[in-house]
C-alpha cells in the first residue's frame, strides 16, 4: 500500500492547488487509515463512484482563481495521477466497478490534450 499512499499525497497536492480543499482533506485523512481501511477506501465510491466521486468532482469545482494554463496544467497533473492509481490498483485487482472507465476516459483525455 506504499505506493498507493504516495500518489494519494500527490494528489492531495495538486486538488490544494486546484482549490480542492474538501477532497484534500478526505484523501489526507485517508492516509491515517490502516491498510485494510485504506484498502476500503480506495475501491469506494467516494473514489471512483459517479456524481460526486473524486474525479467527477474535480471536472466541475475550483474554488481558487486561477488562470486558464495553469488550471489546464494541474488538471492534467491530476487526470496523470488518476491514471496512475487506478492502473494500480487495476494491476493489483482492487477496484471499483468504475476504476477502469476512469482510467480509460483520462488517458484518452490525455492523448488528445484536453
Do not use: H
Not at 499525497?9 to 474538501?22: A, D, H, P
Not at 485523512?29 to 477506501?41: I, K, N, P, T
Not at 488538471?75 to 477496484?95: C, P, V, W
Amino acid at each position: 500500500m506504499k505506493e498507493e499512499r504516495e500518489i494519494v499525497s500527490e494528489i492531495i497536492v495538486v486538488l490544494r492547488n486546484l482549490g480542492e480543499e474538501r477532497f484534500a482533506v478526505l484523501l489526507e485523512d485517508s492516509l491515517e487509515f490502516g491498510d485494510e481501511d485504506f484498502r476500503e477506501y480506495l475501491v469506494s465510491n467516494t473514489m471512483w463512484g459517479g456524481s460526486g466521486s473524486l474525479p467527477d468532482q474535480q471536472l466541475f469545482s475550483n474554488g481558487k482563481e486561477l488562470n486558464e494554463e495553469m488550471k489546464k496544467e494541474l488538471r492534467s497533473d491530476f487526470r496523470k495521477l488518476i491514471i496512475k492509481l487506478g492502473t494500480l490498483q487495476i494491476k493489483n485487482n482492487m477496484t471499483n466497478p468504475r476504476t477502469g472507465m476512469w482510467v480509460s476516459a483520462y488517458t484518452d483525455w490525455e492523448r488528445n490534450g484536453l
